[in-house]
């Protein structure tokens, strides 16, 4: 009888054990996570940051943004595995995969609140245990769009007021001969951010094929600082240009509402 009893007290021993090493993985990596608050000095719209993290270790580096503002992140480092991305408020869908862009991303925030900027080591390279060190810029600026007028409801489950379609081309194609997928994000009367994602693709879907015009004032740019961006309205309707190659056609109700 004691013997069986041993032999089950030892069968129970070894799952629990199993058990442990399983979960193992996940309390490390939870234990080697940091966060750091980053705030910017006086009159200053950036901060730089270094640091170094090693095998599963990421540090996630907050800051408070409004829509409408632009944040701009360069992340410089001696790994070639090391990125970052950024994540929206309340949200582990990234608005920004570093590794997609060359660690080099600038955009417009579509909600107010927290962001978070996370540094990581790509997994084949944390497995290995390898280390990077990194110099980290982030910046906002911008004043935002201002508050959206009362009962303009968001799209559920996106940032956006309002999503559609506008007549859009690219390159040497017929002017309006396509149609591109477009979110909206209205603040102030008159101002908005109309995201526009390229022929094919979808606004919500599709984060990485996404240009950005900002309708402030009656102007129109883009939080692109390499972007260059031409505007003529006529009547209820904006024909814009970017760098002279994608071409649009939006409707003053996108950024007004109705």
């Not at 799209?155 to 309006?176: E, F, I, L, Q, R």
């Amino acid at each position: 009888m004691d013997g069986i009893k041993f032999v089950k007290a030892l069968r129970m021993f070894i799952v629990l054990v199993m058990v442990a090493l399983s979960l193992q993985p996940e309390i490390l990596m939870a234990e080697e996570s940091r966060q750091q608050r980053v705030s910017f000095k006086a009159g200053a719209s950036s901060a730089t940051l270094k640091g170094s993290i090693k095998g599963y270790q990421t540090v996630d580096y907050v800051l408070g943004g409004k829509a409408g503002q632009t944040m701009r992140v360069t992340l410089k480092t001696n790994s070639g595995a090391n990125y970052f991305n950024v994540l929206p408020p309340g949200s582990e869908a990234a608005i920004a995969i570093g590794s997609n862009l060359g660690n080099e991303w600038s955009g417009s925030l579509p909600v107010d609140g927290d962001y978070t900027v996370r540094v990581y080591l790509m997994r084949s390279a944390a497995r290995r245990n390898e280390k990077a060190s990194y110099t980290l810029t982030v910046g906002i600026t911008g004043t935002g769009l201002g508050t959206a007028r009362h009962g303009d409801a968001k799209v559920a489950g996106t940032p956006y007021h309002a999503t559609g379609m506008v007549p859009c081309s690219v390159g040497t194609d017929p002017k309006s001969s396509a149609q591109c997928s477009f979110g909206v994000i209205r603040g102030a009367a008159g101002n908005a951010d109309v995201h526009l994602a390229d022929p094919g693709f979808d606004v919500v879907l599709h984060k990485d094929h996404l240009r950005v015009l900002r309708f402030v004032g009656g102007k129109v740019t883009s939080p692109d600082p390499k972007a260059r961006v031409t505007a003529e309205k006529k009547g209820d309707e904006w024909s814009i240009a970017i760098d002279d190659f994608y071409f649009y056609s939006i409707p003053e109700a996108v950024i007004v509402g109705g």
